[in-house]
Every structure is written in C-alpha cells, then in structure tokens.
C-alpha cells in the first residue's frame, strides 16, 4: 500500500531545548508551538516485496545506509505493525532543509503518518505524536493541528503533542525572514546534548513550567503584546543557553542581529511585532494580520534579507492522495 502524507513545519513559542532522554527525544520541559502553513514536507511510502534495504530519496538526493535516522524510524514503524518489508521512501520540503526552520520537525510528521498507514497501522493522533517524537522531538507537535502543547512527561507513553486551538483560531502570521541559506554546522540533536555545559541552564530550566502556564493564559485570551513580549524573551532565553555551552552555539548571522534591532524599533513607531528564532539563523517574526503587508514591506528594503514567507497557523499532519512516485 502506498500512502502519502503532508505536514508543517512548526515554530515553538515556548521552546524544547535540552532532553530528559536522548535515546528517546522525551524532552527536559514542556513546550507550545504553531504549525507554518507554507513551510511543508510532502512524503509518501511503499513497504516493497523484494526490496534489500530501505531506499530513502529527500529533495532529490539518494540517502544511503541501513543506519539512516529515516531507516530507524521505519524499523520502529515495522516493529508496530510486524512488517518485515523494507521501503520505498521520497520526501520532500519547499523549504531548506537544516536552516534552522525544523525541516526535521514536519519530515518526521509526515514519515510517521505516511509509514504507520502504509504499513496498515491505525494509530491515534497521541500515539502518532509519539511516534513522530522519536524520530525527532519537534516532530511530536507537527502531528496536531495549530497551535499544540508537547507534554513533557516522564516516559515514552507520556511525552506526546495535543491541539491547544485549531488553525484558525487566532488571527496572526509567522513572517519569515530568510537571511541565510547556509547548512547550520551543529545540528539540534547535538545541540540538546550540550545543554548541561552552560551555567545558565538550570536557571531556565527553573522557569519552563511557570512560563509554559503563562503562554497558555495569554492564548487563552488572545493577548497579543503579552504573547510578543513573552515570545521574544523566550527565545533569547533559550539562545544565552546555547551561547553558554562548550563549545557556544552561535547560531546568529548579520542579518539575524539586523532584523532583531529592526523589528524593535519598528515597534517603537508602531508597528507591532515580536521576532523568535530557532537553532538556526533566520529570524520568524510574529504579527497580527491587519499588519503583515507593512511588515513584509519593511523586510523586504533590508538587503540582508533574502526571502520572506509569509505564513498563517497551519494545520496538523494529514494523509493526502497525490503521490511523490
Ligand atoms: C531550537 O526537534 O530538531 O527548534 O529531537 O534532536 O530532532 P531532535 O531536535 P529538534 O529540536 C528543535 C529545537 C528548537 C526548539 C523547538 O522547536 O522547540
């Protein structure tokens, strides 16, 4: 059986950066994110009789070896359903992949949907979630719809993404500035290892729990500038943590310090946005949508900008007809 899912990428708001469980992508804290809806992975998968090993092609590009963390993630598929087949497996992203815009986030979303069908699993959206999640952690929260909250918890069973509000819900963009196209060096999987090494770890650490209820109030009343400002202060958190560590993870280039400095004085005239960053260099601003055209209007006069996306929340993780092959 062939099967062919979609999933988005997402941006947390409130952010996993560090783990409880390596091995497993259970995460040290909680974390809230939104699903992109124009950053997209697009995978379909075929269990193929007579196949001798897994053949994985992403963006065009053959991935070789048993040990691939996609062939990892179908064995674990495989060991689900009792499927002794190997796969056919293509994907791909209208996005760069390892840009720090968690490419691995909605591959793993829709690796995990296309897989568990194709292999004739049912899965509920908790244990796909689950399942998302140890293919790559950030993945657990592409499978829900819009805005959705990854519980921590403490075992496989328990560490798992659920819809807080449904893609339409609240009236914003996730404006993204590209301002780099280079391959980030250290991958987040090595940067979660490194966590332990900054001194200011423990200290956010301490917080996660009070600032995960925080988010959820402001989201529950819609409070834009409460929601900016925590956003913003989230994200700086999380990057003095990853500065800190040995080695420091610099994920920043010029252009990410220049709409940093821009989107702040912007505000000051006016114009209300909020920027987060991942573990990548390209800053994602956050707007109301009455504001977008101004926003992407400004961005676009910065010569260190070299593409702007403009997304709304996105939905969860879902199958679709069309096939990649
Ligand atoms: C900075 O999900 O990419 O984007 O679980 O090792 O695959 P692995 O890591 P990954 O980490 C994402 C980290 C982040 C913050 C976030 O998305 O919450």
Redesign the pocket.
Known sequence: MKKTAIAHA???FI???G?KNLEL?IPANG?I?VNLDNLKSLTTVEFVEGLKKDEVTINGQKEVGEESRVSKHLDRIRKLSGIDLKARVVSENNYPTAGGL?S??SGFAALSVAASAAAGLKLTEQELSILARQG????ARSISDGIAEWLAGDTNEESYAYSLYPADYWDISAVVAVVSSEEKKI???QG?GLVESSPFYAVRLSEMSKKIEEMKEILARRDFTAFGELLEAEALN?HAVMLTSKPALVYWRGGTVEVMHRVRKWRQEGLESYFTI??GPQPVLFCENKDVEDLVSRLKQIDMVKDVVVNKPGEGARLIEEHLF
């Open positions: 997402n941006m947390a952010k996993y950066w783990k992508n974390s994110s968690a691995s986030g790559s952690g950030s993945a991958k987040s999987t979660h999380m991942d573990a």
